[in-house]
């Protein structure tokens, strides 16, 4: 066993690293205080073969594969999450058509994404059930050669900026619940898309997340990807994928939070010392290290683990939870070493707390993380 990075993606760290100091780091409050999306630095992050990277090289990616995507992923959120959004997550939905779509499918859809030049968007959560996964309403109607969808998307990703979008939808309401799904692919300029972008987010202020209606769209059958009735199971896989890459943002993330605040807890003096010298002080800054070293891990391990063709399902809930934990915690600790500094917008650990949140929230919540891990242990 060997838990040394080989030197590639020592060198991809390196420079996603450098990427997100120089390119993205000038941007970021002006982006989070004006809700600001980033197409031009996801494109010049895709010149860089940031975007979309764990695609293998024959459909446009870099190739660096799941663990290479989550380091990136890591260096881009440790500088900027809702930033960082923009570029790992251009690539949402993505994981549908490589996993399960067909070779066309995969030439036209995901060469475009990874050169920047085309967004994509993974359109699941609906007004009335986000962790009821089973309980999606959106319908598709076969109608000759097409499908016609109809129905009610919440909180998409990339939803006003992409180019397509994998919708899932209801194709055989005979079937039992689980069994009724299918993905279809969704052209975001089909008639009947009608996209509204959501304001106010309490973090990640610059990525774009939306709310899309699907009124009597029209695809050809050919924009099915992978089986009809096959839609719950295919999402299911998609988590396993799509929940390491959020572990690695909480990776990112939580490593921000320690530096800003070993960096604090060297220059801010009370009573005469450095506030680092206290035990209180000297505690949190422990705790942060130990997670985060924990979890990266963690996560590393579920990221290989896809890698080498056996994606867990369990480990990614379990990266995933503990990612969002470790965050949330990061942040609050790293609030409470700036003491009030830390509560207004001068120091960027404020920022780092309102963005850590939605790691306990997206791509499942903790609850339902908990539920995933624990029939799993009940199972054994
Ligand atoms: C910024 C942002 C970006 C997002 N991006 C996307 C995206 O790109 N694509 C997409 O499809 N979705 C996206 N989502 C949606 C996100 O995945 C859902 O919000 C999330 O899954 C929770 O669903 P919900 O909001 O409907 O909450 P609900 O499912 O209504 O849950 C409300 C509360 O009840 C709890 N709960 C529900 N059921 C159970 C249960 N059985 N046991 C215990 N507790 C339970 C939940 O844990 C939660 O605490 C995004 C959300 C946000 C905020």
């Known amino acids: 066993m060997n838990f040394e990075l080989p030197e590639e993606l020592r060198m991809l760290r390196d420079m996603s690293c450098k990427f997100a100091n120089a390119e993205i780091t000038p941007f970021s409050r002006e982006c989070d205080e004006g809700e600001r999306y980033t197409p031009e630095i996801r494109k010049k992050a895709a010149e860089n073969g940031l975007v979309g990277a764990w695609i293998p090289e024959e459909y446009g990616g870099a190739g660096v594969g799941i663990l290479g995507n989550t380091i990136i992923t890591e260096e881009i959120s440790r500088v900027d999450m809702g930033i960082g959004l ?3 997550a251009a690539s949402f939905g993505c994981e549908a058509i490589y996993y399960f779509g067909t070779e066309e499918q995969k030439k036209k859809y995901l060469p475009p994404v990874c050169s920047g030049e085309k967004v994509s968007a993974g359109a699941f959560s609906e007004p009335n059930a986000g962790t009821d996964v089973a309980g999606y309403r ?36 005979e079937e039992k619940r689980h069994h009724s799904f299918s993905q279809i692919i969704v052209p975001a300029d089909a008639s009947g898309v009608i996209r509204n972008k959501i304001h106010g987010k309490m973090g990640i202020r610059a990525s774009d997340t939306a709310e899309i209606a699907l009124e009597d769209v029209t695809v050809p059958r050919e924009n099915l990807v992978g089986e009809e009735k096959k839609g719950f199971r295919q999402l299911m896989h998609f988590f396993d994928v799509t929940r390491v890459m959020v572990a690695g943002q909480a990776v990112g993330l939580s490593q921000s939070c320690l530096d800003e605040s070993i960096k604090y ?13 206290f ?29 080498e063709g056996r994606p867990d399902y369990h480990l990614a809930a379990i990266a995933k939870y503990y990612g969002g934990q470790t965050a949330v915690f990061c942040a609050n600790a790293a609030v409470e070493i700036h003491g009030g ?29 908990i539920m995933t891990i624990g029939r799993f242990l009940l199972s054994r």
């Open 265 to 277: 807890s060297k220059e801010r003096t009370a009573f005469g010392s450095p506030i680092g010298i």
């Open 341 to 369: 500094y830390g509560y207004i917008d001068e120091y960027k650990v404020q920022k780092l707390y309102r963005d850590a949140k939605i790691l306990e929230l997206y791509e499942g919540t903790k609850e339902a993380e």
């Open 279 to 307: 035990q209180s002080t000297m505690t949190k800054l422990t705790e942060m290290a130990i997670r985060i070293e924990a979890l990266r891990n963690l996560v590393y391990k579920a990221a290989w683990s896809i890698d």
């Open 86 to 88: 923009n570029i790992c």
């Open 138 to 173: 959106t319908k598709a109607v076969k109608d000759g050669n097409n499908y016609i969808i109809n129905g009610n998307k919440m909180f998409i990703t990339n939803g006003t900026v992409c180019d397509w979008m994998i919708v899932q939808c209801i194709t055989n309401p």
